[in-house]
């Protein structure tokens, strides 16, 4: 007789949280475009929000750096965020 464990297990259900509504409009907004600094990418994050200031000239672009990895929470800068911004773009790589 051979004893054969399954590796998969159970694992608990994951809580859903719903996307936020989507803007109407841009125009006056302030929109955080967030670097989760993954190597050679702030330089594209420049260029989008030069782009997107041209595009999108009443509305207030914001770069900024994540502390940590992708995988690491940053609790001040998701205040900060949520205390001057409208919307956010996270940039995760290339």
Do not use: C
């Amino acid at each position: 007789m051979i004893t054969v464990l399954n590796p998969v297990g159970a694992p608990s259900p994951t809580p859903l949280i719903p996307m936020a509504p989507r803007l109407d409009t841009l125009e006056g907004k302030t929109i955080y475009i967030v670097d989760v600094m993954y190597p050679l990418t702030h330089q594209l994050f420049e260029e989008i929000q030069k782009v997107f200031s041209q595009k999108y000239p009443k509305t207030k672009w914001v770069i900024k750096s994540k502390a940590g990895t992708y995988f690491d929470d940053d609790p001040k800068l998701w205040a900060e965020i949520k205390a001057s911004a409208q919307g956010m773009i996270i940039g995760v790589g290339h």
